[in-house]
């Protein structure tokens, strides 16, 4: 299938409008006509051909809709454009139709549309099996609780790196509301001192192995390194989480595949240079879910994380402000989306705060994560967070028109 990297974006006044318009190179007045109008959603198509781009122009301006093409780009000595299509949600079902009939990989294309639009259905209520424990998704916006075993993690490093203060604290993340939690050996922090496989796991192994049989959520481990994925997997852990996106260690796909337990995958890269933002970002995600498919894993078993975390992680804070603006584009891959956001730099560098007084900037991300549709928040501090977050899923899920439980 040609992959136009489809994507869902928001325009809910004039000012967002003329920005979509900016970032194809079009004229910003172009579709001011819709402004105003109940116009739903926006659909942006990226380095599509321009025969390919004319006739989906044609077709949604045939159906009432509107578009803007902007010839920018050569792709494969071809030229190409970005495409921004404006209408409701009838009118995105009646242009997938139509392009079923259509060459350039439009028919593949009008699929993929049909597939963007039922993912932005309210989520309905799924068991997701991790391994013998089971995860409710859709119910309500979960809490994955974090637990570092680490000596020198950007928030807490060295609190919890004996096993006894580890084991007091796994049991009161629990104790406090957390849904998962998650276990980590590596700093992730910049200018962190890498650790190889082996003293990886040798800080996890006593842990999980005290842990497992006496914590009754499903339990994560945090790690790139199949090795690491590979002994925690066989010890009983319930996912995987990796924030390189099964795209570090070449073995990592293979490794979560052959156990069939769910993975989180994040965007990472070096440097924060980007093409398009946010479309860089959801090709590199839709790599890293092909890899797990690729092992047999589907649907929900792939957690989706977009990787907020300044340098760590590839971005700058006006990078990871865009991508909390537009949270919500990530539901266009249909897959369950996890966000950490806890105490990060973002919020440090916004409110000019260290990280022991970022509760309060990380509690609105997490409410900003509910009113996005986000499945599962990455948490210290749990017990605020699920206070937060339960009075958030009390409006936004109503909102949403889903159904919501308290519990």
């Known amino acids: 299938m040609k992959d136009y990297s489809p994507r869902w974006i928001s325009l809910n006044n004039e000012t967002e409008a003329k920005k979509a318009m900016q970032q194809i190179g079009s004229d910003p007045g172009g579709i001011a006509h819709m402004v105003g109008k109940p116009i739903g959603r926006a659909l942006k198509l990226e380095n599509v051909p321009l025969p390919a781009a004319h006739i989906i122009k044609q077709e949604m301006l045939s159906l009432g809709g509107d578009a803007a093409v902007h010839r920018n780009v050569i792709v494969n000595k071809i030229e190409a454009s970005d495409i921004l299509l404006v209408g409701t949600a009838k009118h995105f079902r009646r242009l997938s139709q139509k392009l079923a009939a259509q060459p350039f990989g439009l028919k593949d294309l009008g699929k993929s549309l049909k597939g963007l639009l039922d993912a932005l259905e309210p989520?309905?209520?799924?068991?997701?099996?991790?391994?013998?424990?089971?995860?409710?998704?859709?119910?309500?916006?979960?809490?994955?609780?974090?637990?570092?075993?680490t000596p020198d993690s950007f928030s807490d490093g060295g609190k919890f790196n004996t096993l006894e203060r580890a084991l007091k604290q796994a049991e009161a993340l629990v104790e406090q509301g957390a849904d998962i939690l998650d276990i980590g050996a590596e700093s992730t922090r910049i200018n962190h001192e890498p650790v190889s496989a082996e003293e990886e796991w040798e800080r996890l192994e006593a842990v999980l192995k005290a842990l497992l049989p006496r914590i009754a959520v499903p339990i994560s481990v945090d790690t790139y390194k199949a090795d690491v994925a590979e002994r925690a997997l066989a010890a009983g852990v319930h996912m995987i989480n990796d924030v390189w996106g099964l795209q570090k260690d070449p073995r990592m796909a293979e490794v979560v595949g052959r156990a069939q337990a769910p993975v989180i995958v994040m965007h990472n890269q070096e440097g924060s240079n980007y093409h398009h933002l946010m479309g860089d970002i959801m090709a590199y995600l839709k790599k890293s879910i092909h890899l797990a498919e690729e092992q047999g894993l589907a649907g929900d078993q792939i957690i989706i994380d977009p990787g907020i975390g300044g340098t760590a992680f590839g971005k700058s804070l006006d990078i990871d402000l865009e991508?909390?603006?537009?949270?919500?584009?990530?539901?266009?891959?249909?897959?369950?989306?996890?966000?950490?956001?806890?105490?990060?730099?973002?919020?440090?560098?916004t409110l000019n705060l260290p990280t022991e007084e970022r509760l309060e900037g990380t509690l609105a991300t997490s409410v900003v994560g509910v009113a996005a549709g986000v499945d599962i928040l990455r948490v210290h501090d749990v017990q605020a967070n699920k206070r937060a977050v339960q009075m958030a899923d009390a409006i936004y899920r109503r909102k949403r028109g889903e159904n919501f439980s308290g519990s």
């Open 323 to 349: 991508i909390m603006s537009r949270l919500e584009e990530f539901r266009s891959l249909g897959r369950p989306i996890l966000l950490g956001t806890s105490r990060k730099s973002m919020i440090g560098q």
């Open 123 to 149: 989520p309905k209520q799924r068991v997701l099996p991790c391994r013998g424990k089971d995860i409710v998704l859709g119910e309500r916006t979960l809490i994955m609780g974090i637990l570092n075993l």
